[in-house]
């Protein structure tokens, strides 16, 4: 049975089961007029015969399929012949990868022999037989389970306690997971990172002027030994996000203004939808635009100024960029405007205040935390885009701050430098890891000032 079917099974019979934990309850007491006569409320009883219905089966089938696929391929390679078994890592794994493809009707590489098809639908049938077992298993443990917690149901057990404990625990289990992702995370791109800097020092990394990653397979050819200056690369990123900032922080930050005191409820009603499509664009869409129409029209446009332009750009991705990003700006900045207490508001026109005073002097005041979190946040967004720097602003690591120019950010660079078929044991391929490095210290370094100018404004005005 498919996992998913299973899981369907599952999630009926807990219902069922909360219909009948929640039935009992009742049925204890004398029906509903004496519910009172209860501990908890009908429905926590019915929820506590779900959870204990639901909770051992998910655990085992979680358990189950951690360990099926290893044991199943250890059980297949023990039926092999000494001489595969005798296969040295890499070639035991390719042995493995072609059974896998065999048994599921895929290409296999190399030549197709009895010993491959014998362990193919051998595989098959493990497959089938643990199948077969997790469904008995999982269905048979949800039924005892929910047994087990139906019959325990007193009017004076305490479902509300235990229900309201599980959930503590599982909302406990879940932010452990949030915050062991990210610290795993994190160690994978540190320890790659320090893989790469064993190999080209820290140095000439943070503070070289030339990008040039590419090596040769041997020392020989020309280009043996790449350059991995990111100053380039850094230099990219803050031009094409200041641009991008330029555009969307006034922009942004007017219309929220705009929308929240000056506009009429008919306005707004039409202008904040037209607005949030744009946030629903693809940016596969922006990058389009920015190479077919901003980036040629930023061209012409310069060379009637008698600039040079590029075909491609930081200035055009740059502008396409703060389109892209007014309605994150204008959305939390409109909604830390509309958070300020209408007191303040009307204490200030009370006491004489123009619309404008109170905007400026006391609303924008109060609002700056959200304002500065959203503002941010699009700081985030700008350095963290792709798409639209590979189609308007080009791959050339450039140093230079000409916005006429070609130029590379380093997100960009990371997915070049991964695409394709890799060996992560070259200065090439680890320098994707070096770059995402360096983007979560400024990630982390812009939640730091965010959260200080928060806690600040934050003291003053409340």
């Not at 129409?293 to 960029?321: D, H, I, K, Q, Y």
């Amino acid at each position: 049975m498919q996992s998913t079917t299973l899981i369907l099974l599952l999630a009926a019979i807990a219902v069922s089961a909360f219909y009948l934990g929640r039935s009992r309850s009742l049925a204890l007491v004398g029906g509903p007029r004496k519910g009172s006569a209860l501990h908890s409320l009908p429905g926590y009883y019915g929820y506590f015969t779900a959870i204990w219905c639901l909770l051992p089966a998910l655990a085992a089938m979680l358990i189950w399929i951690s360990l099926e696929a290893r044991i199943i391929v250890a059980i297949v390679i023990s039926g092999l012949p000494d001489a595969q078994q005798a296969l040295s890592a890499g070639e035991l794994d390719l042995l493995v990868n072609n059974i896998r493809n065999l048994a599921a009707g895929d290409v296999v590489s190399g030549a197709l022999d009895s010993v491959l098809s014998d362990a193919a639908i051998r595989l098959q049938e493990l497959t089938s037989i643990s199948r077969n077992m997790l469904t008995v298993l999982t269905l048979g443990l949800a039924v005892v389970g929910g047994v087990v917690a139906w019959l325990r149901i007193k009017p004076d057990f305490r479902a509300r306690n235990r229900v309201e404990h599980i959930v503590l625990i599982a909302l406990i289990v879940a932010s452990s997971i949030a915050i062991f992702t990210t610290i795993g995370i994190v160690l994978s791109v540190l320890f790659e990172a320090i893989r790469f800097f064993r190999e080209v020092p820290v140095a000439e990394f943070l503070f070289g002027l030339n990008w040039s990653p590419q090596t040769a397979i041997r020392s020989d050819q020309v280009g043996s030994s790449g350059s991995f200056g990111a100053v380039p690369l850094f230099t990219g990123t803050l031009l094409i996000t200041g641009i991008a900032m330029a555009v969307a922080v006034p922009v942004g930050l007017m219309t929220a203004i705009y929308l929240a005191e000056y506009s009429t409820s008919r306005v707004r009603g039409l202008a904040k939808p037209l607005l949030e499509v744009l946030a629903g664009i693809p940016t596969v869409v922006y990058g389009f635009f920015a190479a077919l129409t901003v980036a040629p029209w930023v061209r012409r446009a310069g060379e009637t100024m008698g600039f040079e332009v590029a075909s491609e750009s930081a200035l055009a991705a740059g502008l396409v960029m703060g389109i892209m990003i007014i309605p994150l700006v204008s959305s939390l900045a409109d909604d830390a405007i509309n958070a300020v207490p209408a007191a303040m508001r009307d204490g200030a026109l009370g006491l004489g205040s123009t619309r404008s005073e109170t905007m400026i002097r006391v609303i924008l005041p109060a609002a700056l935390p959200g304002i500065v979190g959203g503002i941010l946040l699009a700081v985030s967004r700008a350095i963290g885009e792709t798409m639209i720097v590979v189609m308007a602003a080009g791959l050339a690591a450039n140093l230079t701050a000409n916005p006429f120019e070609a130029v590379t950010t380093v997100t960009v660079q990371i997915v070049t430098l991964l695409v394709g078929d890799q060996e992560f044991d070259s200065a090439k391929t680890l320098a994707a890891f070096a770059l995402g490095l360096m983007l979560f210290v400024v990630t982390l370094l812009l939640n730091v000032v965010g959260l200080n100018v928060v806690r600040k404004y934050r003291e003053q005005y409340e």
